[in-house]
């Protein structure tokens, strides 16, 4: 009987070695056989009964992904370039937690809550995990009385949206925001947000890209001087924000036919948003006769102007481009809005298909790896007493980010290094695995980042395919000569090219009192 | 009515100065009524309806916390430590989604797996928060048949448990892992992961520790030649388990009375749990007439022998202890454990009372800072075929080290800053802030960390005490005077020393062709 059950738990289990010594030991004893019944047993436990099958489905859940080495070593790549800038800009950094009270989630993204996880009810509060940094930001301001605040956060935010993975949405993705909080002096917080996409943009060597501002306030206003009825201006906005993904006609038609706009009014906002320029548009739309009918849109225009002259000082002018057809989905901004674009073809872009305007923060735009705008409203959402804290902030879009530097290392001939490391410490004869260990300590505490294989005795060659395939650029090589002569030979791996090199004194001073003990 | 209205919506939102406005402008057309109507319906919407409350709990979800900007500069120090340890000895990192599938966990954890969180089922598959690092990295490994690799994971994990967040014990906490997985020689990777942990305790400068191991095929071979039952191992390893909080006599009245052992063998578990040493230890116990009759202690003790001789070469022995009393909590361990303690009083112990053995990998012992152990078969659990990846690796327990390091930095006089801020561009009269944007313009482009405030003309004193607050220690301040000659003032805050710096060539050049059209 204890045999039929050795082979069945044998598949698993580390049974199989146990039960063989078991067999082959002449003297067993009685304690003995009943430890060994016993680690039987406990096996059979794990194996979940007597049936000892476990099915697993050896999946990720849906819209997720792990991140492999060589992803991970990209995103550590991009992160380090985006938090650079970050810090060279001044701002600190915070973290909430990865779930929030359900309410407060409640009524802050209007008909896209649905998307939101929420986690069941196990007894005690109800719980959501976070849609995006923005909102628990502003419950962090609101909970801390925080009037002033410069941050950014990096950190996964969730979407029950479709996936479509293939085209960069996941289910789970990070976000990477950088906001300013305070009452400062008009466009000097925004007009640094502008200058720090453009850093970043730059940085990362995405290829050419534009950055597009517009301003609520206009848009607003702009509605309103075409005769746009008030309950009609989100749904027309929603539709301005088609036109980097459709043709005027297209657009027009949608307003006309099933927004049941005026072709009148839908013709004079289709000469608005054509409408392209820098702070010559801004002065010239100042005196234009109907825009400059509403105060609001002149509020915002007079904003742009002074936008870019800060711009100009900031040296960003050349990629930012003031364009009336940009209007951002989110209910939340209240003034400057503003998004980049990649402009150069070939850079993967997403498909049309891709933008069901759901997920109105990553993919607004085509090439869209960029935007954001002010918010001076969100954080007295959540103070008692209303208490306003005016924000301005960005948002890269870095999952797309990501997948285009990967496609970049795809297809470059550059192998992409998952590790560090710079020395492999190898051996040329057989018993020198305690030389190599005390080397390998050697450049460890030196700092050296370093490794040595977990073999007693590899062979030369695989040692020296290993660092290939790791792209180890040296190897330290020991061999009985070498010790004797009190030196390590040190090879290029790249290259072949091999030196010599001294062990200092106390190397040659030979094995510590530690080490000769052994 | 409008009035009345105003009134309510003026609490919250930037309703104040439009309304403002409205009354104060004589020539106001019907499209500006119309914009500001709409303005307040929306505002209205936003309030949520007529009653105009919002009642928001501010807090974050039980169990869990913010990180401020200070915390934050803690934690990346901290991190920053530990990943350049993983680094140099060539780990690579993966990452993992938050959520598994709930199956994934199901069987894992034992009576534990009350304190995973489950996410709310709204179609499609079931889905739980990880609960720690190892489940998900076992399922990665057995999902792409993954059979070596030398990983990191440092991310948050989940878990319902009762909070003591004053001791340090969250629902949301970090992890931080550090495993290598693959079919290698016999404790070498083993041993490194403790040198790993005797490179991170010593840099992270907590204090004097000890690292205690054991191996769980000794303890399983000391209960059985003991007179232990099969059926009482796992309770009485438990038992033993409490003897770092507790005087033997009360573990040994625990293992009597309530888990009915017989007092001859408890008083032979007495014995062999006090014995603590090296070596020297496992040599004497392979001699020893009861334990060498044990062939899984025996073969535990053989390889603790083999680990010293490893972890002499790696010079870490003086913290080292062989402790057989030692006796991790979890069930997936196969051979060797081990726990790193702080020995050093006044390190804010842990108090018995936080130890209620739910939580085993964070709480286990008094000063606990880092704990692993190999474990064979879990690997095998995920494979449909069962097929085995030998794992062993270490955790360090990261929030802890944060605990410690901010009672440090509170205890410490010196200040946590939360920026990396070398500059701060000043000015000493009115009217230069674009002077001041084009000179932290050409620090920023020059990769200079700089700030500058956002005020049209802020007071000389402001944006000094700014910098003191800040803790920038370099003020560049720019006068009428500095200007005319081409020179920057450059003060160093501490000491109010003050140098005058000529300005580049192309700054001296005055102002582009792009900041002079502004």
Redesign the interface.
């Known amino acids: 009987m204890l045999g039929t059950f050795c082979v069945r738990v044998c ?4 049974a199989t070695s ?1 039960v063989r ?2 067999h082959s ?1 002449p003297g067993i ?1 009685v ?2 056989i ?2 060994e ?3 039987l ?2 096996l059979k436990v ?1 194996l ?1 009964g007597d049936d000892g099958k ?9 819209g ?6 060589k992803q ?2 990209i ?2 790549k991009v992160f380090n370039t985006i938090i650079s800038c970050f ?15 359900k ?2 989630l409640t ?1 802050k993204y209007g008909e896209d809550s649905k998307l939101i ?6 007894g ?2 109800l ?1 959501s ?1 976070r849609y995006d940094l923005t909102v628990p930001f502003a ?2 301001l ?3 009385k925080i009037t002033n ?1 410069k ?1 950014y956060h990096i950190a ?1 935010v ?1 979407r ?1 949206d479709n996936p479509a993975m293939t085209r960069g949405r996941y289910r ?1 993705f990070y976000q990477c925001d950088f906001d ?1 909080a ?1 009452q ?2 008009a466009m ?2 925004d007009a ?1 947000c502008l ?1 720090i996409v453009h ?1 970043i943009l730059s940085e990362l060597d995405l290829g050419d890209f534009r950055i597009k501002v517009n301003d609520r306030r206009i848009l ?2 702009m ?3 075409c005769g746009v009825p ?2 009609k ?1 989100r749904t027309i906005c929603s539709t301005v924000d088609k036109l980097d993904k459709m043709p005027w006609e297209e657009v027009k038609k949608e307003m006309v036919n099933e927004k049941g706009l005026s072709e009148e009014a839908a013709d004079q906002i289709g000469e608005y948003v054509s409408m392209q320029g820098g702070m010559d548009l801004a002065e010239r739309l100042l005196q234009d006769q109907k825009m400059s ?4 849109a002149c509020a915002g225009l007079s904003d742009i102007k002074l936008l870019f ?2 711009l ?4 960003v ?1 050349d990629k930012v481009v003031f364009d009336l057809s940009l209007a951002r989905g989110l ?1 939340y901004y ?1 003034g400057i809005i503003y998004e980049a674009v990649l402009t150069q073809a070939g850079v993967a872009p997403v498909s049309n298909e891709a933008q069901n305007g759901t997920n109105a923060e990553e993919s607004v735009n085509v090439g869209s790896v960029a935007g954001g705008g002010r918010y ?2 969100l954080v ?7 208490r ?1 804290v005016p924000c301005v902030g960005v948002s890269i879009g870095i999952e797309r980010v990501f997948s285009i530097m990967e496609q970049k290392a795809e297809a470059s001939a550059e192998k992409v290094r ?4 710079q020395v492999m410490v190898a051996s040329a004869q057989k018993n020198l ?2 030389e190599r ?2 080397l390998v ?1 050697e450049l ?2 030196a ?5 040595v294989m ?3 005795n590899p062979k030369l060659l695989s040692q020296l395919q290993y660092c290939e395939e ?1 792209g180890i650029p040296l190897v330290a090589i020991l061999g009985e000569q070498e010790l004797k002569d009190g030196v390590v030979k040190l090879r290029v791996v790249a290259t072949r090219e091999e030196v010599g090199l001294l062990r200092s004194t106390q190397c040659m001073l030979g094995p ?1 009192e ?2 000769r ?2």
């Open positions: 598949s698993g289990f580390r146990c010594t078991l030991l004893t304690a003995q009943d430890e019944v016993a680690k047993l406990e794990r979940g476990h099915q697993f489905v050896l999946k990720t859940a849906k997720t992904r792990d991140y492999n080495p991970m070593a995103r550590e810090k060279r800009h001044g701002a600190e950094t915070i973290d909430t937690p990865v779930f929030e009270l309410e407060t009524g996880y929420d986690l069941k009810d196990q005690g509060e719980l995990l419950r962090y609101a909970m801390n605040i941050r996964k969730y029950r789970e300013i305070g400062y002096d000097i917080p640094e200058k850093e607003d206003g509605f309103a001087v008030d309950d201006f009918q509403s105060k609001l002259s800060y100009q000082l900031f040296q002018t209910d209240t001076d409203g007295g959402m959540f103070d008692p007493k209303g306003k998952t590790t560090e490391v695995l305690e260990l005390r300590t460890w505490n700092g050296i980042k370093a490794e977990y073999k007693m790791a510590s530690d080490t003990s052994i």
